[in-house]
């Protein structure tokens, strides 16, 4: 039941992180064309404080359970990582330092610029917030395919 409840909580945190990366790049994104650049730039500052909050969540969530369930199978056997165990492990490890790049310094440095009325400069950190998301959002749903095609 613990195993179970782990995997739960594994995929509430992928569908959150992973999702909300495949619905900002592919839907918010292209639809923010309607409103003008202080605008829009404005929105996605608020839209991406929130995102990146939950996201902390999730990433914590996902590690947190993949370890616990990396160490209850360990328990129960002779244990030898599936080969997409490994990939998911890496790739996820890959996706968290990644996040940290994108939340610690790329916003931070969108931020700065947004707050310094510095829009041409706020815009250019937004585009590489984009790429970023863009690589790992990627990344993310290689994984997915991985594990379910495993």
């Given at each position: ?15 959150l992180?992973?999702?909300?990366m495949l619905?900002?790049h592919?839907?918010?994104?292209p639809?923010l064309?309607?409103l003008?650049?202080?605008?829009r730039?404005?929105?996605m500052?608020?839209v991406?404080q929130?995102?990146?909050a ?6 914590l969530a996902?590690l947190?359970?993949g370890l616990?369930?990396l ?7 002779a244990f ?8 998911m492990t890496?790739i996820g490890?890959l996706m968290?330092?990644?996040?940290g790049?994108?939340r610690?310094?790329?916003?931070r440095r969108?931020?700065t610029a ?9 815009a250019?950190?937004?585009a590489r ?8 959002l990627?990344l993310g749903l ?9």
């Open positions: 039941m613990l195993y179970a409840l782990l995997k739960l909580l594994h995929v509430f945190g992928v569908l992180w992973v999702g909300g619905f900002a592919f839907f918010l994104r639809s064309a309607v003008e650049p202080p605008q730039l404005a929105l500052r608020e991406l929130r995102f990146f939950a996201v902390v969540v999730a990433v996902v947190i359970s616990g369930m160490d209850m199978a360990r328990r129960a056997s030898v990582w599936p080969a997409a165990w490994l990939a890496a490890l968290m330092v990644i996040f790049y994108i610690l310094t790329l916003y969108f931020v947004l707050d310094a009325g510095e829009l041409a400069v706020a250019a950190a937004l917030v984009r790429a970023w998301v863009g690589a790992n990627a290689f994984v997915v395919a991985v594990v379910l095609l495993a």
